[in-house]
């Protein structure tokens, strides 16, 4: 008897025989990151293709994209100024070292990269990834503090339920219990605020919640519990995305700066997924009105067509380091592909592109079209508990299926790339964030087949 697992491998077949590639005939080699592995090898979804708002998958079939790739493909797919840029670099510079040597690309992206950050961040650390940013402005913090005679100042502070990527640092002020058990004690001196969920108060909030402002006196707590001249950063996404859309409630970010100015604490964001337009401004900072001392980003700073992320760094901070010797190094940091050629061609064509459509700013005029449909889903399942949108983000909560959390997250994930749409779930979460060039239409089609798929759960 055929199943569709046969249905799927022999597609997979036909479309490695396309590309004139013998199709694997185990899929085990490549361990899949965050993944069920051994569940999705019976039942692949394999994208093959995109191109603006779609992707198409190995069979063909078209499949609209809900979340931007992985919060990342703000500019959409296939650009073809991007991918033209792309092309352009790599037959003309392929790679070029940036430790002691140089080449222009870097220095264009960063003076452009300034133009839209909040001043004073106008400096700007390039690495290959979110995870790498988050590392790199923690690692920045403390020895910022170290380099003004601080060196007291080790401490960081995070957040419950943040997520900042998978390397020691990032998981050592995240907060997602599952990211942090497997791998040992993580680093010393790290604190954590409470987070800002509060279904039981906040429950279908259109926007910021109202109520949880509160929640920042946590800091004082943590600064107390410690000795504030002990603490060196608090980091925080000001929407955390990954974790399953924790939005702020009003004043909370603007609280967060004032205890970190009176104990002369940097404030760090993590714009990974809030940067680059995801909220209506080129980064939250600015639609929250707060300046953060450094900010991290990834993801949209190249629509994700090449692993590029960036540390906006406050002149304070970056002139701290300038200080020593002239032939001295100033920072022993960085990556073998820090500004790498191909990122910066497509940082720069991604830029342009965001510039010459508005896309920055987008979300803004979407916002209450996105919120309404997205609300409207309420009534579609008894099984929804909450739903939140901010921006072009959005999230619907499930309750968990008894003795099986994640459970209906994973059936709305699998029952939609069925019907022809990519959501992301954390959990029982469903979480959206499309392509900023989203149109009305795509938005009417998401939250068509998204109802359809929370009725019959
Ligand atoms: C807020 C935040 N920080 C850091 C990261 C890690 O980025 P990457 O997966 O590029 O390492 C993510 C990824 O989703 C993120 O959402």
Redesign the pocket.
């Given at each position: 008897m055929s199943t569709d697992a046969d249905a799927s491998r022999a597609a997979l077949a036909d479309h490695y025989a396309s590309q004139n590639l013998a199709a694997p005939p185990a899929m085990d080699a490549f361990w899949m990151p965050f993944t069920a592995n051994r569940q999705f090898r019976h039942s692949p979804r394999l994208l093959a293709s995109a191109e603006g708002m779609y992707y198409r998958d190995v069979e063909g079939r078209q499949i609209l994209d809900g979340t931007a790739g992985?919060?990342c493909c703000n500019a959409g797919h296939a650009r073809p100024r991007i991918v033209e840029a792309i092309a352009r670099q790599a037959a003309t510079l392929d790679f070029a070292p940036h430790f002691q040597m140089g080449s222009p690309l870097p220095f264009v992206v960063a003076e452009r990269l300034k133009e839209i950050a909040p001043r004073p961040l106008d400096h700007v650390f390039f690495t290959n990834?979110?995870?790498?940013?988050?590392d790199t402005a923690l690692k920045i913090a403390i020895a910022w503090h170290r380099a003004r005679g601080e060196g007291q100042r080790t401490k960081l502070v995070g957040r419950e339920k943040a997520?900042?990527?998978?390397g020691f640092g990032?998981i050592s002020v995240g907060g997602l219990p599952n990211n942090r058990k497997w791998f040992g004690p993580g680093l010393p001196g790290v604190d954590h605020l409470r987070h800002t969920l509060d279904i039981g108060r906040n429950a279908f909030s259109r926007g910021l919640p109202a109520h949880g402002v509160e929640l920042a006196e946590d800091l004082e707590r943590i600064v107390q519990l410690h000795d504030p001249s002990t603490i060196a950063a608090v980091i925080v996404?000001p929407i955390?995305?990954?974790a399953g859309v924790i939005l702020p409630p009003p004043g909370y970010l603007q609280r967060l700066r004032e205890i970190c100015d009176k104990y002369g604490i940097l404030l760090v964001f993590?714009?990974?997924?809030t940067g680059f337009g995801r909220v209506g401004a080129p980064f939250a900072a600015q639609r929250f009105g707060v300046t953060p001392d450094m900010m991290?980003v990834?993801?949209g700073l190249t629509s994700g067509c090449v692993?590029m992320?960036a540390v906006f760094v406050s002149e304070r901070i970056h002139e701290a380091f300038m200080q020593g010797p002239e032939g001295a190094i100033d920072l022993f940091h960085g990556y073998t592909y820090s500004g790498h050629p191909l990122a910066c061609a497509a940082a720069l064509a991604t830029l342009d592109t965001y510039a010459e459509e508005g896309l920055l700013t987008r979300a803004l005029e979407l916002e209450d079209y996105w919120a309404d449909g997205l609300h409207a889903l309420r009534g579609s399942s008894p099984h929804i508990i909450d739903i939140r949108n901010y921006g072009l983000i959005g999230a619907i909560e499930l309750a968990p299926q008894d003795g099986a959390p994640g459970a209906r997250g994973y059936q709305v994930l699998e029952r939609a790339f069925r019907k022809g749409l990519l959501v992301r779930t954390t959990g029982d979460i469903v979480a959206l964030s499309p392509p900023l060039i989203v149109e009305r239409r795509h938005i009417d089609d998401i939250f068509s087949m998204l109802g359809e798929i929370l009725s019959s759960l």
């Open positions: 992985l919060w990834s979110g995870s790498e940013s988050v997520y900042h990527g998978v990032g996404e955390s995305g990954s993590d714009e990974v997924i991290t990834a993801k692993p992320g």
